[in-house]
Nanobody, 121 residues
Framework: QVQLVESGGGLVQPGGSLRLSCLASGFTFSSSAMSWYRQRPGKGRELVAT????????NYADSMKGRFTISRDNAKNTVYLQMNSLRPEDTAVYIC??????????????WGQGTQVTVSS
């Protein structure tokens, strides 16, 4: 079955860095676009970054540009989110997402359980 398992979260001071990892299994990882979302306290889920399965192009929310970098290692079935210059408002549960295509133009969206990132002094 499809599984997405995040790791790398924790407590970090403002201005610090973390690297999140999402290990994928149960599907052809190299054929899937991958994304990171986050859920901040009292707010809805928001898109953080996306990396495509084709040319590997990336997209970021404006507040993450220049601070966050999404990357993937298809040999390891892993997508990463490097987070630098962290701010208290970055505190959230960070969630890995995969959209997998199937027959008859069907698509399935899968979510990990998330990893907590807390930015505080």
């Amino acid at each position: 079955q499809v599984q997405l398992v995040e790791s790398g979260g924790g407590l970090v001071q403002p201005g610090g860095s973390l690297r999140l990892s999402c290990l994928a299994s149960g599907f052809t990882f190299s054929s899937s676009a991958m994304s990171w979302y986050r859920q901040r306290p009292g707010k809805g889920r928001e898109l953080v970054a996306t990396i495509t399965n084709g040319d590997g192009s990336t997209n970021y929310a404006d507040s993450m540009k220049g601070r966050f970098t999404i990357s993937r290692d298809n040999a390891k079935n892993t997508v990463y989110l490097q987070m630098n210059s962290l701010r208290p408002e970055d505190t959230a549960v960070y969630i890995c997402n995969a959209v997998i295509s199937a027959v008859w133009s069907l698509r399935y969206s899968y979510w990990g359980q998330g990893t907590q990132v807390t930015v505080s002094s």
